[in-house]
């Protein structure tokens, strides 16, 4: 009790008082438990209730949880100027019950990605995201390094890519974020930076495949192949190709697939039903900004499920998410029309910050059922050439 008092926090509930020799602690995600100092055991139930606590809510404001040589959580309160080894929390744990299931829904449309991430240590972990600059991919970078990763912005523009690595220092300096180059739009690149990510010798254990293009003008990479089609699918392909032993090697692992419900108005095949190469990157003359789009948001979803079945049974999952309805972000850029239309539809979005972090890899992502591996066996056919 005098820890508490000293937390400034007072607890007068007598049916959660300790019997003597017994103390209350936290794990680093949140979770309390129970130290018996007479016998030396710890257990997850309280020795009176049995029942099972976590922590509740955010830590106070000017509190900040830190970790000892030993690796035991200790609290500094700025203010006050002074440490405890007890979460100034404990006065509002709940209950946990998990044998009781509920109908009610965790999180909805207006959800926050840092209060999906809440109580969750991501300390240690590496995780790479492509166009993380601004939009998704930013919000995405920055509640994971927040949350303790060591977080990679995969970008082309460096100078865009360097302020988005400030703006997440500024929240919290102790980030571990740091930014390299990416161009999706040339092959060499992504070899390039494959290289250099292994070059540093550290595990990678979320890949965010986010980087997109949206409505752009037909137009030919320096590889000979539409724009649209190479940045979109053909680039993270072949970066997830490149980076797939790292994966494996920090099992468990995943990768992260950014598509869209705009998959379902496109097909791939020809009217015999075989696969139609010639629609991925298509001709001046055959090709639709839209349904440019749609395909290459088709392709990630069939690469992702093809992706998960080959490496699931090495500890490394892959998913394909959606990231909601008319989500609004900077996709649009690419034509004045885009533009105004998502301007219009802006009051009816979800804000970047409203964003359902299935991008973290901690709740479940769809997948389509069907998957052709001639398409595999296409690129690595053209993989071989470079």
């Keep these: 009790m005098a820890a508490l008092r000293y937390a400034g926090l007072d607890d ?5 008082e300790l019997p003597p020799g017994w103390e209350q602690r936290t794990t680093k995600d949140g979770w309390v438990y129970y130290a018996n100092h007479t016998e030396e055991k710890t257990q997850w139930e309280h020795p009176k209730t049995g029942k099972r606590k976590r922590i509740a809510g955010d830590l106070p404001y000017g509190w900040e949880q830190e970790t000892d040589e030993n690796g035991q959580v200790f609290f500094v309160d700025h203010i006050n100027k002074r440490t405890t080894y007890l979460d100034p929390r404990l006065a509002f744990t709940v209950d946990d019950n998990p044998t009781k299931p509920t109908t009610r829904q965790r999180y909805d449309g207006s959800t926050t990605a840092m209060e999906i991430l809440q109580g969750r240590d991501l300390s240690g972990k590496v995780v790479v995201v492509t166009g993380a600059n601004s939009g998704i991919g930013f919000e995405t970078a920055k509640s994971f390094a927040l949350h303790g990763a060591h977080v990679i912005l995969a970008c082309r523009n460096m100078a865009r890519a360097s302020e988005a690595v400030s ?49 752009l003008p037909w137009t030919l990479t320096k590889d000979g192949l539409e724009t649209t089609f190479q940045v979109n699918h053909l680039g993270h392909f072949y970066l997830v190709q490149l980076l797939q032993d790292v994966l494996c090697r920090s099992a468990p692992a995943r990768v992260v697939v950014v598509s869209s419900e705009s998959h379902r108005f496109t097909d791939i095949n020809d009217s015999s039903g075989k696969l139609d190469f010639s629609r991925l990157s298509p001709s001046k003359s055959d090709y639709w900004a839209m349904l440019a789009y749609n ?11 093809e992706l998960h079945r080959r490496l699931s049974p090495r500890g490394v999952t892959s998913n394909a998410v959606h990231p909601g309805n008319m989500m609004y972000s900077a996709l649009h850029r690419g034509w004045w029309v885009y533009t105004l239309l998502f301007t219009l539809a802006r009051p009816f979005t979800k804000s970047m910050r409203r964003l359902f972090l299935v991008l973290s890899g901690l709740t479940t992502a769809a997948r389509t ?18």
């Excluded at 703006?167 to 390299?180: D, F, N, S, T, Y």
């Excluded at 390039?192 to 070059?199: E, I, L, P, R, V």
């Excluded at 395909?295 to 499920?305: A, D, M, P, V």
């Design 369 to 386: 059922s069907t998957v052709t591996g001639i398409f595999t066996q296409k690129f690595c056919k053209l993989e071989q050439s470079f």
């Design 295 to 305: 395909r290459s948001k088709l392709c990630n979803i069939l690469f992702s499920n």
């Design 167 to 215: 703006r997440i220092l500024g929240e919290w300096h102790k980030a571990k974020v740091e930014a390299m180059t990416l161009d999706l739009a040339l092959l060499r690149s992504v070899q390039h930076f494959a290289q250099a990510f292994k070059a540093k010798n550290v595990s990678l254990h979320v890949l965010v495949c986010n980087a997109a293009v949206f409505g």
């Design 12 to 16: 007068t509930d007598s049916e959660d």
